[in-house]
């Protein structure tokens, strides 16, 4: 599809372990974004990406959060030592540009279940 | 402090009624942008609107209309002749001049329309 694609869209893991979650963007664009969305809230800031770079980093929640994007298009979330409170909806994000433009276009999220 | 606040938690409607989902931000900025999203089930986020702080005419785009009000500081969303597809969650959403790309949202307003 044309769309931002993530995945898996469900991933159910034990306290203490490694996940990885993979987030596609839209052919093109530049920009990436990282949002979290816990039950019943808005989405709250991770990180974006211009490029390969990580421009702002200033919403990871602490160093067991880290994300790459090595070739300017894929980018991956990692989480280290997992944490029951870490369970939410990872939503990922792309824009043509950086600037704000307000057109986000958000994929279907990755929902972490942290047992 | 939050920076982009939505009392209202949960709106019922029948459809066929006019329905108003209110949003009040607070920002030192004089240059900023404010958003509205919509939420359906499936996930995603689906950008609606953009309107920058420069910019106080209201908008009307076929049964969606918004009032941009920066005397009381709020941005609020008028679906009229409400439809059931119009049910989801509606998230306002507030980006500052220091960082553009770095989206406040609120905690959501969740529509429900019934036939």
């Known amino acids: 599809g044309a769309g931002v694609s993530q995945t898996p869209s469900n991933k159910v893991t034990e306290k203490g372990k490694y996940v990885e979650l993979r987030c596609d963007p839209i052919?093109?664009?530049?920009?990436l974004y990282w949002y979290r969305q816990s039950l019943g809230q808005g989405p709250e800031f991770l990180i974006y990406?211009?490029?390969?770079?990580?421009?702002?980093d200033s919403g990871l929640p602490n160093d067991r959060f880290f994300a790459v994007r090595p070739e300017g298009s894929v980018s991956t979330l990692k989480i280290q030592r997992t944490e029951r409170g870490d369970s939410a909806v990872y939503l990922c994000?792309?824009?043509?540009?950086?600037?704000?433009?307000?057109?986000?276009?958000f994929g279907e999220g990755s929902r972490l279940t942290v047992l | 402090a939050q920076k982009v606040t939505q009392a209202q938690t949960e709106i019922s409607v029948v459809e066929k009624e006019d329905v108003t989902l209110d949003c009040v931000y607070e920002?030192?900025?004089?240059?900023?942008?404010l958003f509205w999203y919509k939420q359906p089930p499936s996930g995603e986020l689906v950008f609606l609107i953009r309107?920058?702080?420069?910019?106080?005419q209201n908008e009307i785009s076929g049964r969606y209309s918004w009032n941009f009000q920066k005397s009381t500081s709020s941005f609020n969303f008028t679906i009229t002749a409400s439809q059931v597809v119009d049910s989801a969650v509606y998230f306002c959403?507030?980006?500052?001049?220091?960082?553009?790309?770095?989206?406040?949202f609120g905690s959501g307003t969740k529509l429900n329309v019934k036939p």
């Open positions: 920002t030192r900025d004089t240059t900023y942008y």
């Open positions: 959403a507030l980006s500052e001049a220091n960082n553009f790309n770095k989206f406040y």
């Open positions: 994000a792309s824009s043509l540009t950086l600037g704000g433009t307000g057109e986000l276009f």
């Open positions: 990406f211009q490029g390969t770079g990580a421009a702002d």
């Open positions: 052919s093109g664009h530049t920009a």
């Open positions: 309107r920058n702080s420069f910019d106080e």
